[in-house]
């Protein structure tokens, strides 16, 4: 198994330091239990979705504690944006065909973690609008199983008050508190390759997923907005 410095991405190491300044004059940040990210080893991270923002939000926080990067599944389409996907392969994000059962990404994600690095996937699928959390789709468990890698559930909160899936919104309060949580990771069995032992294994992150988020917008107090 490979050591964390082999996941340390040299264009996210130069991008990292601007990233986190841009975000703290958009933000109040704060990060809870950051001590849950692995130092060394692999873990699949895997938070709610409320914003595009998310991905580089836990990132700066992982960041912060171990100086390491998570390697998130990106969706091909913004592989195919010219600026974005050049952004996205220089920081060696995993593409993904979204709405297929890409194997191919759940492939090159489960090396990625074999070989030691932090790779991310939003359990939902998608960015979620609503007050509660959708129902969750069985890749981040595939991938822990097959590379005996721990789940870390992440919830956050306040992204989606400067910009929700619908696009950037400028509205009160003009510096939102955004709260990331990182949860206890959660160990797989390898054995455990069943569809029913999949779908229980995404349930209990599902559920773990759940308080986290509601302990991020607890957090976040009045500073940080629902959804409306």
Request: proline share 8%.
């Given at each position: 198994?490979?050591?964390?410095?082999?996941?340390?991405?040299?264009?996210?190491?130069?991008?990292?330091?601007?990233?986190?300044?841009?975000?703290?004059?958009?933000?109040?940040?704060?990060?809870?239990?950051?001590?849950?990210v692995?130092?060394?080893?692999?873990?699949?991270?895997?938070?709610?979705?409320?914003?595009?923002?998310?991905?580089?939000?836990?990132?700066?926080?992982?960041?912060?504690?171990?100086?390491?990067?998570?390697?998130?599944?990106?969706?091909?389409?913004?592989?195919?944006?010219?600026?974005?996907?050049?952004?996205l392969?220089a920081?060696?994000?995993?593409?993904?065909?979204?709405?297929?059962?890409?194997?191919?990404?759940?492939?090159?994600?489960?090396?990625?973690?074999?070989?030691?690095?932090?790779?991310?996937?939003?359990?939902?699928?998608?960015?979620?609008?609503?007050?509660?959390?959708?129902?969750?789709?069985?890749?981040?468990?595939?991938?822990?199983?097959?590379?005996?890698a721990?789940?870390?559930p992440?919830?956050?909160?306040?992204?989606?008050?400067r910009?929700?899936?619908?696009?950037?919104?400028?509205?009160?309060?003009?510096?939102?508190?955004?709260?990331?949580?990182?949860?206890?990771?959660?160990?797989?069995?390898?054995?455990?390759?069943?569809?029913?032992?999949?779908?229980?294994?995404?349930?209990?992150?599902m559920?773990e997923l759940?308080?986290?988020?509601?302990?991020?917008?607890?957090?976040?107090?009045?500073?940080?907005?629902?959804?409306?």
């Amino acid at each position: 198994m490979r050591e964390p410095h082999d996941d340390r991405n040299t264009t996210w190491t130069y991008a990292r330091p601007l990233v986190t300044g841009v975000f703290h004059t958009m933000f109040r940040m704060r990060f809870v239990d950051i001590e849950n990210v692995p130092l060394t080893g692999p873990a699949v991270i895997s938070p709610n979705h409320i914003s595009p923002l998310d991905p580089l939000i836990v990132g700066v926080g992982t960041a912060k504690h171990c100086s390491r990067m998570i390697r998130f599944l990106s969706g091909t389409e913004f592989f195919a944006q010219p600026w974005v996907g050049k952004g996205l392969r220089a920081l060696d994000q995993i593409p993904l065909r979204r709405g297929e059962n890409d194997l191919e990404a759940l492939g090159n994600a489960i090396d990625a973690a074999k070989e030691g690095s932090l790779v991310g996937l939003f359990p939902e699928g998608k960015i979620n609008n609503g007050p509660d959390l959708l129902r969750g789709r069985r890749g981040a468990a595939r991938i822990a199983v097959a590379s005996g890698a721990p789940l870390l559930p992440v919830g956050i909160w306040g992204t989606q008050v400067r910009f929700p899936g619908g696009g950037w919104k400028m509205r009160r309060p003009i510096h939102p508190t955004v709260v990331v949580v990182y949860g206890e990771p959660i160990p797989v069995d390898q054995d455990a390759t069943s569809a029913r032992e999949i779908l229980h294994i995404t349930d209990d992150l599902m559920s773990e997923l759940a308080k986290l988020r509601d302990r991020a917008k607890e957090l976040a107090g009045r500073k940080g907005y629902a959804w409306d």
